[in-house]
């Protein structure tokens, strides 16, 4: 079974700029959580998305938001990048069965603003 | 949020030795997870726990589910190189269902 697959792998933008990350969950999963990692503030949980519905948010401001596709498929995006928003952007697949609760990242997207 | 503590924050180790870290929640957890993380690359599950004194191995790898619920252990043992990166706990407490995840445990071996 493939993994959770997030493209692009890198990305650079500047200031002001707007960006679109996408993630693939694993196939089945209909659960996908979006994180922001930097070194000095760790793992951030951003929201969460369960059939097409968000169902948790993070303290992120507005400029962060997302979306997920009839196919669990999810993509976020941020607006008016700032440079503080460089951050390695981490998407999780959610796998709820019975008893059993687990989380599987992708590779992530590492996000450079110039 | 819900906020995991994790010990030791930092090891610096001999190859060849055995680690123990551990997780500590103030609420009851419903899953123990295990992540190792690579310098720019995604956590990687290690082991995941699903219920109280579960004791679990993947290889050289062996975690626990407290039984008071609120707390994992990690252990490594005969610790090799490979074994760098940062190691985190992770789960959703009873009462909720995201994800808390513990700050990290940054492992060295020195060779």
């Known amino acids: 079974k493939a993994g959770v697959t997030q493209t692009p792998r890198y990305l650079i933008k500047t200031r002001g700029q707007q960006v679109t990350l996408s993630c693939s969950p694993i196939s089945g999963h209909r659960s996908v959580s979006w994180y922001q990692q930097t070194p000095g503030q760790g793992l951030q949980f951003l929201f969460e998305?369960?059939?097409?519905?968000?169902?948790n948010k993070g303290n992120f401001p507005g400029r962060f938001s997302g979306r997920q596709f009839s196919n669990s498929r999810s993509e976020m995006n941020v607006s008016t990048l700032e440079l503080g928003d460089s951050a390695l952007y981490l998407c999780?697949?959610?796998?709820?069965?019975?008893?059993?609760?687990?989380?599987?990242f992708g590779p992530g997207t590492r996000l450079t603003v110039l | 949020g819900q906020q995991l503590n994790q010990s030791p924050q930092s090891m610096f180790i001999q190859e060849g030795e055995d680690v123990s870290m551990n997780c500590t929640s103030s609420?009851?957890?419903?899953?123990w997870l295990w992540y190792k993380q690579d310098p720019g690359e995604g956590p990687v599950l290690l082991i995941a726990?699903?219920?109280?004194?579960e004791l679990t191995s993947n290889g050289r790898l062996t975690a626990q589910f407290g039984i008071t619920r609120k707390d994992s252990f990690l252990n490594i043992s005969a610790s090799i190189p490979s074994d760098v990166g940062i190691y985190f706990c992770a789960g959703p407490p009873f009462t909720g269902n995201q994800f808390y995840f513990g700050t990290g445990t940054s492992l060295t071996v020195i060779p």
């Open positions: 998305y369960f059939s097409e519905t968000q169902r």
């Open positions: 726990l699903y219920k109280a004194g």
């Open positions: 609420s009851i957890f419903n899953t």
């Open positions: 999780a697949s959610r796998r709820v069965a019975g008893s059993t609760d687990t989380q599987y």
